[in-house]
Nanobody, 117 residues
């Protein structure tokens, strides 16, 4: 079973950038589709971005399209989320997840992103 650990969260001003990382251990990530999700206080967890196992396809929530970029480095067993032009509404706990049998089933512990206006 793969274990996921997110990092890179923090406090940033609106308009700024952050890069989140999701490092895997226990098993290679290369066979998994990967995704980033977020959950703001009082709200349900929502999909942010996804990437296929070979990085051939990426997909995004409309709310982040054009501002966020998901990528992966299978050699480093890491997935990234580059977040640019951050908005206060992007503030949330961000989680990475590995897809298994068509569903996101393996989750990290999350990293907090705070955006000040």
């Amino acid at each position: 079973q793969v274990q996921l650990v997110e990092s890179g969260g923090g406090l940033v001003q609106a308009g700024g950038s952050l890069r989140l990382s999701c490092a895997a251990s226990g098993r290679t990530l290369s066979s998994y589709h990967m995704g980033w999700f977020r959950q703001a206080p009082g709200k349900e967890r929502e999909f942010v971005a996804g990437i296929t196992w070979n990085a051939g396809v990426t997909y995004y929530a409309d709310s982040v399209k054009g501002r966020f970029t998901i990528s992966r480095d299978n050699a480093k067993n890491t997935v990234y989320l580059q977040m640019n032009r951050l908005k206060p509404e992007d503030m949330a706990d961000y989680y990475c997840s590995a897809g298994v049998a068509g569903a996101y089933k393996i989750w990290g512990q999350g990293t907090q992103v705070t955006v000040s206006s």
